[in-house]
Nanobody, 131 residues
């Protein structure tokens, strides 16, 4: 399973970005997995951002991004998106997508979507929010 993130960049506070996570692999189907977005700022631990269940589209968010970020999945393209609006300087980080599944994928996503339950990771994309 391979995951490739794209869409990062430099944006001013209050601006928007849309990240993409394209998943591929022999026989891979997003329906059987959950995809999570995580981020890591310099000198800080990796933290959770959001997660979507590929089987039913249910989502989970950490409080700091609720109302500003929207996660969605296009199963026909095996791609997950993270729409980020009203960005703040504290959103600056490298953003990673990761896959959990197929066993217990929805459970992991809708519980605490801990990074330890996500086995496959992308290489990350930089998001910088600065004026």
């Amino acid at each position: 399973l391979q995951l490739v993130e794209s869409g990062g960049g430099l944006v001013q506070p209050g601006g928007s970005l849309r990240l993409s996570c394209a998943a591929s692999g022999s026989g891979f189907r997003l329906d059987y997995y959950a995809i999570g977005w995580f981020r890591q700022a310099p000198g800080k631990e990796r933290e959770r951002v959001s997660c979507v269940s590929g089987s039913d589209g249910r989502t989970n968010y950490v409080d700091s991004v609720k109302g500003r970020f929207t996660i969605s999945a296009d199963n026909s393209k095996n791609t997950v998106y993270l729409q980020m609006d009203n960005l703040k300087p504290e959103d600056t980080a490298v953003y990673y997508c990761a896959a959990a599944g197929p066993i217990l994928a929805t459970y992991y996503c809708l519980s605490d979507f801990s990074p330890r339950n996500f086995a496959s990771w992308g290489q990350g994309t930089q998001v910088t929010v600065s004026s």
